[in-house]
């Protein structure tokens, strides 16, 4: 439990306890109200920081004995974890820092204060610490601004007052006691980082002020190359007023280390702000390296040291590492989203074409940037000289460089059979044939290229290389009554579904197999007219299986109940109508590529 949320669950059991009609809640005061939540915030943090278990908080309200008449009622806040051969850090010799004030204790110094007694109950595998507030119903409130109150507030301000400096016994106690937490808490940081700007903003944060009163951190060129030179990323300063200057100064004169540093704290100059006032200290540099390469230097310094403790040294090293690794990674993210980009653009149609007659939408968003999707459409002008249009929308097995190269090929086959006027069923015959023919190997040896040059990992051996599609074209009807002749064919695809303008939705064509799986299907196609007023929808298996737990959208008819709400939109309303239901039907953030494209008469 965090100490906000124990405060919270203080302030809740009062007021039940107050709506309930208890009789000692005439004497919950607000000030009685204040001391148990500080009091519960200093146990819980007691807890969570020297611990490093679970918490739980009880909180009771024990009557006076009944032989003590004039007893008071109290209310009792007892905190426990499971680690009870840690002891309580409040220890009257506690390290003392340069000006004598200790690093640790002040919150149990100020439960001893709030409370009338206090104390440490040990159990098996349980360590409890409880302490005991007065309940007095006939207690004046001190009114604001009398000595009494300002008396209390002067001794918590005492109490509560932070130390200024750490000495080197600190060092050492604090590195004994969460060093490794510390570690693993940044760890977890960085990890779910991708940019390197951040990490390093992140990095410099976690460092000040824990371990230094400042720090920097310089990143090299990922091109590399010996006339570029490592750019200042970021500075961070205890003092905020303090970072230009400190910023100004270090660009002046960054650190240069030997090619022998690797890894460990190497002593450099204090960096000459130039402020009288300012006091020196010790400042260390530390190589960033990852897989043998070098990816820049951290420096830090702390000011009123001749040197820095070999305890803050070596966690700072580890430290260190773990922002390399993290930088390393965020730089193989970024290639790949790169390489991915690249390829996107390459695999989609720069514009798409519009249909005379026809109302058209489309909706495509890749699940991230991380990888190349494989979902594709496109719609295009056939033969026949403006007199037939066609359109694709299709989904290939997999993502990354496999998948978009897979598409980079089927699409621009698909355009030239259809402009080579072969009808629908043809255009899938024959592209099943080159999916399955020896030459696709090409294709798997140019994915393995791209992967490679992205730092990615494919498996051996032969790939899958078989996609779900949905084509057909449209040919205008004659007549003034407007309107298209639809022919088209589904390989494994969702069914595309057909509204009426009264609101009925039914199937468009009947599902066939995926293309790329069998090497002697034959394929067919089915016609229509697509009067005015008629949509066609056409999606990808990202809407249809979308999910919410073990449901997905399309469980029991649900895209055709969404569509059939869809009446009398125009295409544009219909395909951010479906957007919308899809999204909002699970939680989650999506986990395939979403496609859909709409098509309706005029």
Known sequence: MAPSAARRFVRAALADWTALGLPTAAGFTDRLADDAALVVSELTTNAVVHAGTTVELLCRLEEAPPDDLAGLPSLVLEVSDHHPSRAVRNEAQAAQSER?????????????????????????????????????????????????????????????????????????????????????????????????????ALAGQLLVPRLADWCAIWLEPESGGTLRSPRLSRVWHARES????????????????????????????????????????????????????????????REGLTRTPDEVAGLVEDFARRVALAIASARQYTRQATISRVLQRGLLPSSV??????????????????????????????????????????????????????????RPWLRLLAREGY??????????????????????????????????DLSEGPQSRFLSMLYGELVPLEGPG????????????????????????????????????????????????????????????????????????DDADGLTKVLAGCAGLTAQGVAERIRRAVYDFGDKPLDDDLALLVLRAE
């Open 242 to 301: 303090r970072i230009e200057e400190l910023r100004i100064a270090l660009e002046k004169e960054p650190p240069r280390l030997l090619e022998s540093a690797r890894g460990g704290g190497v002593a450099v100059p204090w960096p000459p702000i130039g402020d009288p006032t300012e006091i020196e200290g010790a400042a260390l540099a530390y190589r960033l390296i990852a897989g043998g390469r070098p990816l820049g230097t951290l420096m830090l310094g």
């Open 353 to 410: 074409a519009e249909i005379p007659g026809v109302d058209s939408a489309l909706v495509y968003e890749p699940r991230g940037e991380g990888l190349a999707g494989g979902d594709f459409y496109d719609v295009f002008p056939g033969s026949g000289s403006g007199t037939r249009w066609c359109f694709a929308l299709g989904d290939v097995q997999g993502s990354g460089p496999e998948a978009a190269v897979v598409t980079g090929l089927a």
């Open 423 to 456: 009808a629908v069923a043809e255009v899938l015959d024959r592209l099943n044939k080159l999916l399955v023919d020896e030459a696709m190997e090409t294709a798997e040896a140019a994915a393995r290229m791209v992967a490679v040059a992205g730092g990615q």
């Open 100 to 200: 004598g004030i200790p690093e640790y204790g002040r919150g149990l110094r100020l439960v001893g204060t709030l409370a009338e007694c206090w104390g440490i109950t040990y159990r098996t595998g349980l360590k409890t610490v409880w302490a005991s507030l007065v309940v007095d119903p006939g207690e004046p409130h001190p009114a604001p601004g009398s000595d009494q109150m300002l008396q209390r507030g002067l001794r918590a301000a005492e109490i509560l007052a932070p130390a200024t400096r750490r000495s080197g016994r600190d060092d050492r106690d604090w590195i004994n006691r969460g060093a490794l937490t510390f570690l693993a808490e940044a760890s977890d940081l960085l990890a779910g980082q991708f940019d390197e700007d951040m990490i390093a």
């Open 482 to 553: 407007g309107g298209v002749r639809c022919t088209l064919a589904s390989a494994g695809h969702p069914l595309p579904l057909l509204l009426h303008p009264d609101g009925s939705v039914e199937p468009a064509a009947a599902p066939q197999v995926l293309i790329g799986v069998v090497d002697d299907v034959t394929y067919e196609s089915e016609s229509f007219d697509l009067l005015p007023g008629d949509t066609l929808l056409c999606v990808t298996d990202g809407v249809t299986e979308r999910r919410a737990g073990a449901r997905m959208f």
